[in-house]
């Protein structure tokens, strides 16, 4: 069964991939293989993902991700975090990609955390990177977190005032706030005052389409131009409970 599951996990990552703009080499394409394997199998016990048919954890999960490393900075020491990172998407896979990029993990369930650095051990990517067990409003207070990513990330975890102040707090000057979103045009009209006033500005827009089911994703580039000020992030729960409009 496990067998039989890689096999087809395989078979579905080569198809979604012959659509990606980047090749990736054999080993690459094993440790995609092997990581979704391992979450799938704790999936089990856990609950990581509603999502486990192979073509659909290839398209929605693998494909999706990877859409971030057309828009990554390309320098090698990239300092990157994922906000509630929760199965570690997009961060593990964007990881295995580019083993390079210095990751952070943060997430507010310790059992996930535990089952991401399983994975990480497992997978050989420990270097230059690290889980933490926080929640963002807290994390983004500590010194060695605030301001100090080129990259901060996060995928479908809030409405994007909320999560502008989830993230923003993270990333250096010049650095990019990048939400992964679907159709979006509605709550980036929403968010720009809280874009503003933690010191972001909406750089660009990049909108595609998952290439079988055709649905719409967009990636919001945020640059931060100035220091986010030091009342934000609020207390844990404020931000979700009553966003900056």
Same mark, same amino acid.
């Given at each position: ?24 080499? #054999? ?12 979450? $799938? @199998? ?5 609950? *990581? ?9 290839? #398209? ?7 859409? *971030? ?17 929760? =199965? ?15 990751l952070c993990l943060l997430d507010a369930t310790r059992k996930? $955390? ?8 497992? *997978?050989? *990517? ?9 929640? =963002?409003?807290?994390?983004?207070? @500590? ?30 000057l010049d650095g990019f706030f990048i939400a992964m979103k ?8 929403? =968010? ?16 595609? @389409? ?13 640059q931060k131009i100035a220091f986010t000020p030091k009342r934000?992030?609020? @207390? ?10």
């Amino acid at each position: 069964m496990a067998d039989q599951l890689k096999q087809n996990l395989y078979r579905e990552f080569e198809n979604i991939l012959s659509y990606s703009e980047f090749v990736f080499s #054999e080993q690459t394409k094993k440790l995609f293989v092997q990581y979704f394997f391992d979450l $799938l @199998k704790k999936n089990k016990v856990m609950n *990581l993902t509603a999502i486990t048919d192979p073509s659909k954890v290839a #398209e929605l999960h693998l494909f999706d991700s990877l859409s *971030l490393l057309s828009v990554l900075p390309s320098h090698s020491d990239l300092k990157l975090i994922d906000v509630g990172t929760g =199965a570690g998407l997009p961060g593990i896979p964007l990881k295995i990609a580019r083993p390079e990029i210095n990751l952070c993990l943060l997430d507010a369930t310790r059992k996930r $955390l535990n089952f991401l650095d399983e994975c990480l051990t497992s *997978l050989g *990517l420990r270097t230059n990177t690290q889980t933490v067990h926080a929640r =963002a409003e807290d994390a983004a207070r @500590k010194p060695e977190l605030r301001e100090k990513f080129d990259v901060a990330t996060a995928r479908a975890v809030a409405p994007l005032n909320t999560l502008a102040e989830y993230c923003l707090p993270f990333v250096k000057l010049d650095g990019f706030f990048i939400a992964m979103k679907g159709q979006a045009d509605s709550e980036i009209e929403q =968010a720009e005052k809280a874009i503003n006033l933690l010191g972001g500005d909406i750089a660009d827009i990049f909108k595609l @389409k998952l290439p079988i089911s055709g649905a719409e994703r967009s990636l919001i580039m945020i640059q931060k131009i100035a220091f986010t000020p030091k009342r934000y992030p609020r @207390k844990a729960g404020i931000p979700k409970s009553d966003p900056i409009v």
